[in-house]
C-alpha cells in the first residue's frame, strides 16, 4: 500500500526555520518525481515544489523560490522541504503527492498525504 | 505565468447533472486533472488526461476539454459529492504546475 506520511509542521516565528519531511512507504521512491503543495487555512491548493528522479530538476513557485529548498533522500525514501525565512503567510497545510504511474505527467497527483500544518506567528 | 480560472461555487440538485470548468491558456497544451477535496481531507484524483477515471471513482464522473476550457462532468450527482473540485495542468511557458482556485459544489 502506498503510504506517504509528512511530519515537522509546528508553530515558528516570522524570519524562522523549519525543516518538514515526507516518509514514502508502498513503492520505489526513486522512481518517482515527488512535489510539495500547500493550503491555507480555509484557501485553495497552491502548488510549491517540485523534485525530479534525482536532485538534478527542482522547480518552484514564485512564491517560495529562494526561501524553501527541496531534497531527497532515495536510500531512506523521503522527501524534504527545508523551509526559510517563513512569513506569516506561509501558514498552511503542507502536503507531499506523488504523480500518478504511466501518465507522463507530473502534475497529477494520485497519492497525496495527510498534511502537516505550519503556522507562523509571533 | 499562466493561471487556471474556476467558478467558486456551483449547485446542483441531487440526481441531476452538473459541469464544473477550469479555464487557462495552458489547457491548449496540457489537459486538467481534476480533484475532488472534502473538508479536513487530502484531494483526491477523479479524472486526469483526456478523460480517464482512477479505479474507484464512480463512472458518473467524466472530463473533456474544448479549446482553453477543460471540464468536469457528474452525471447524476451524489450528496457525497458535495466537496471542492480543483483543477490543475502545467504552466505552458515554464515547468511551474497550477492549481484553479477550487469550485465548492453543492448537492440540493
Known amino acids: 500500500e502506498v503510504q506517504l506520511v509528512e511530519s515537522g509542521g509546528g508553530l515558528v516565528q516570522p524570519g524562522g526555520s523549519l525543516r518538514l519531511s515526507c516518509a514514502a512507504s508502498?513503492?520505489?521512491?526513486?522512481?518517482?518525481?515527488m512535489n510539495w503543495v500547500r493550503q491555507a487555512p480555509g484557501k485553495g491548493l497552491e502548488w510549491i515544489s517540485y523534485i525530479g528522479f534525482s536532485t538534478s530538476s527542482i522547480y518552484y513557485a514564485d512564491s517560495v523560490k529562494g526561501r524553501f529548498t527541496s531534497s531527497r533522500d532515495n536510500a531512506g525514501n523521503t522527501l524534504y522541504l527545508q523551509m526559510s525565512s517563513l512569513r506569516v503567510e506561509d501558514t498552511a497545510v503542507y502536503f507531499c503527492a506523488r504523480p500518478k504511474a504511466g501518465t507522463g505527467s507530473y502534475y497529477t497527483f494520485d497519492y497525496w498525504g495527510q498534511g502537516t500544518l505550519v503556522t507562523v506567528s509571533s | 505565468s499562466s493561471e487556471l480560472t474556476q467558478d467558486p461555487a456551483v449547485s446542483v440538485a441531487l440526481g441531476q447533472t452538473v459541469g464544473i470548468t477550469c479555464q487557462g491558456d495552458s489547457l491548449r497544451s496540457f489537459y486538467a486533472s481534476w480533484y475532488q477535496q472534502k473538508p479536513g481531507q487530502a484531494p483526491v484524483l477523479v479524472i486526469y488526461g483526456k478523460n480517464n477515471r482512477p479505479s474507484g471513482i464512480p463512472d458518473r464522473f467524466s472530463g473533456s476539454r474544448s479549446g482553453l476550457t477543460a471540464s468536469l462532468t457528474i452525471t447524476g450527482a451524489q450528496a457525497e459529492d458535495e466537496a471542492v473540485y480543483y483543477c490543475?495542468?502545467?504552466?505552458?511557458?515554464?515547468?511551474?504546475?497550477?492549481f484553479g482556485g477550487g469550485t465548492k459544489l453543492t448537492v440540493l
Open positions: 490543475n495542468s502545467r504552466d505552458y511557458s515554464s515547468n511551474h504546475v497550477l
Open positions: 508502498g513503492f520505489t521512491f526513486s522512481d518517482f518525481e
